[in-house]
């Protein structure tokens, strides 16, 4: 999940973004919008990463790079590190997503660091719980 809050225009967002909404740049998509709607401007915007799952414990196959690869350009080399065997590749939307919340001009951006695999005692992580698991919420409000 990732929180929007413009503190001057009184408006919030709440985005998820796994690694197709990260790719499709629904968090500039949504910043965007809350420019159109209610004349927030990016650089009024807190924003917040909450728990997601960890660069570290998110492999990608090729598929899943080469997307990364064709929307962030230049960038994705750094958002697609190796495992530390090299065996694989990994995609680290927490990065991803503070690139393109810099890159629409929010400029306070928080990540939570709460990787979601390595605490499955409080938070659910369809990954690491190979699909049996449950759902957690996120909520924003004014």
């Known amino acids: 999940p ?3 809050f413009d503190p001057i225009r009184r408006a919030v967002g709440l985005v998820h973004a796994g690694w197709k909404g990260t790719v499709d740049k629904v968090v500039q998509i949504a910043v965007q919008a809350m420019g159109q709607r209610y ?7 807190l924003a917040g990463i909450g ?3 960890g660069a ?3 492999p990608v196959g090729a598929d899943v790079a080469e997307q990364v690869q064709r ?13 530390e065997d090299g065996s ?5 939307l927490w990065a991803a997503n503070c690139l393109l919340l810099e890159d629409v001009g929010v400029r306070q951006i928080e990540v939570s660091g709460f990787c979601t695999a390595c605490n499955v005692d409080d938070w659910f ?3 690491a719980e190979n ?7 996120a909520l924003i409000g004014l």
């Open 71 to 83: 929307s962030f350009g230049m960038d994705a080399a750094a958002l697609l590190p190796t495992s």
């Open 88 to 92: 694989e590749m990994q995609f680290d």
């Open 39 to 45: 004349r927030t401007r990016p650089q009024d915007v």
């Open 56 to 58: 570290h414990h998110y």
């Open 125 to 127: 992580s369809h990954r």
């Open 2 to 4: 990732i929180f929007l």
């Open 131 to 137: 699909g049996r698991t449950g759902r957690f919420g």
């Open 51 to 53: 728990p997601s799952i």
